[in-house]
């Protein structure tokens, strides 16, 4: 079973900075794709960002221009770099990863509280 264990979280100030990391079990080039995801309180799970195995990514309107998500495939790790927070970025922050089975598999969540 696959696990995927994210890091980085934390109180920040609004403008202010963060990376997260997923580190995976095993090497994440067997996954097609990768992704963070994001839960407010109250609030339906969102995708936030997602990068290919080629390293194509994507990203939800609301992060665009300000987080930037990549991976190191030596170290079986993904990023997500944020980057002038807002406080409406608070969340739990989710890392994820599809396979070509349509498996997908979750980390345990890491929180990120962003002050005004």
């Known amino acids: 079973q696959v696990q995927l264990v994210e890091s980085g979280g934390g109180l920040v100030q609004a403008g202010g900075s963060l990376r997260l990391s997923c580190a995976a079990s095993?090497?994440?080039?067997?996954?097609?794709?990768m992704g963070w995801y994001r839960q407010a309180p109250e609030k339906q799970r969102e995708l936030v960002a997602s990068?290919?195995?080629?390293?194509?990514?994507n990203y939800a309107r609301s992060v665009k221009d300000r987080f930037t998500a990549s991976r190191d495939n030596a170290e079986n790790t993904v990023y997500l770099q944020m980057n002038s927070l807002k406080p409406e970025d608070t969340a739990v922050y989710y890392c994820?990863?599809?396979?070509?089975?349509?498996?997908?598999?979750w980390g345990q969540g890491t929180q990120v509280t962003v002050s005004s």
């Open positions: 994820a990863a599809f396979d070509s089975n349509y498996n997908n598999y």
């Open positions: 990068i290919s195995r080629s390293g194509f990514t």
């Open positions: 095993e090497s994440i080039f067997r996954f097609n794709s």
